[in-house]
C-alpha cells in the first residue's frame, strides 16, 4: 500500500520560507512515477505547486516559479518543498501525491499558516 | 491557463437519487485529458475518473464520466450517504495543470 506523510512547521512568518518534506512509503521514489506537491485554500480552492522525477527534473507553476524549489533524496524515500518570501496568500493546507498530471496516492495533508 | 467553472456550487439530493455534476472549460479540453476527484471532509482528494470516462481503481460502477471538448459531466447514479463529499474536475491537457471550484454533494 502506497503511502505519503507530510510533515513540517506548522508556522511560518511572514517573508520567510517554508519548508515541508513528504515520506514515501510503499513506492520507491525512483520508480517511474513523478511526485507532486498540491495545496488548498478556502479563496483559490486546489492548485497544482510542482513536480519532480527521481532524476532530479522538476516543472512548477508558473504563478510561483519564481518562488518555488522542490527537490528529492532518493536515499531516505523522500522529497521536499521549499517556498521563499512567503505571505498570508501562502497560509493553506499543502498535499504531496503521486503523479505528474493525474494524482492515484496523496498525503494526509498538513495545514500551514503564515503569521508573525 | 485553462479555467475550469463548475455547477451548481451545491447540489442536495436524497439517498437513491442520480446526482449530475458540470464542468466547463474555458478552452477546449484536447484528448478528454479531464479526471474528477472526490475529497470527503477532513480526508485528501481522491481520484475517480480520468480520461474522462475511465474509473479508477476501485471505485464503482455507480460512478461515470462523459463529455468532451469543454463540457463534461460526472453522474453519481443512486446516492448513498457515502458519498457526501465535494467533487473537484481537473484538467491536465495543457500545464499547469487546473482544478474547478468544486461541487458540494449533499444527502438528505
Known amino acids: 500500500q502506497v503511502q505519503l506523510q507530510e510533515s513540517g512547521p506548522g508556522l511560518v512568518k511572514p517573508s520567510g520560507t517554508l519548508s515541508l518534506t513528504c515520506a514515501v512509503s510503499?513506492?520507491?521514489?525512483?520508480?517511474?512515477?513523478?511526485w507532486s506537491w498540491v495545496r488548498q485554500t478556502p479563496g483559490k480552492g486546489l492548485e497544482w505547486i510542482g513536480e519532480i522525477y527521481h532524476s532530479g527534473s522538476t516543472n512548477y507553476s508558473p504563478s510561483l516559479k519564481s518562488r518555488v524549489t522542490i527537490s528529492v533524496d532518493k536515499s531516505q524515500n523522500q522529497f521536499s518543498l521549499k517556498l521563499t518570501s512567503v505571505t498570508a496568500a501562502d497560509t493553506a493546507v499543502y498535499y504531496c501525491?503521486?503523479?505528474?498530471?493525474?494524482?492515484?496516492?496523496w498525503g494526509q495533508g498538513t495545514l500551514v499558516t503564515v503569521s508573525s | 491557463e485553462i479555467v475550469l467553472t463548475q455547477s451548481p456550487g451545491t447540489l442536495s439530493l436524497s439517498p437513491g437519487e442520480r446526482a449530475t455534476l458540470s464542468c466547463r472549460a474555458s478552452q477546449s479540453v484536447t484528448s478528454s485529458y479531464l479526471a474528477w476527484y472526490q475529497q470527503k471532509p477532513g480526508q485528501a482528494p481522491r481520484l475517480l475518473i480520468y480520461?474522462?470516462?475511465s474509473r479508477a481503481t476501485g471505485i464503482p460502477d455507480r460512478f461515470s464520466g462523459s463529455g468532451s471538448g469543454t463540457d463534461f459531466t460526472l453522474a453519481i447514479s443512486r446516492l448513498e450517504p457515502e458519498d457526501l463529499a465535494v467533487y473537484y474536475c481537473q484538467q491536465y491537457d495543457r500545464s499547469p495543470q487546473t482544478f474547478g471550484q468544486g461541487t458540494k454533494v449533499e444527502i438528505k
Open positions: 480520461g474522462a470516462f
Open positions: 501525491a503521486r503523479g505528474q498530471q493525474l494524482f492515484d496516492y
Open positions: 510503499g513506492d520507491s521514489i525512483s520508480s517511474t512515477n513523478w
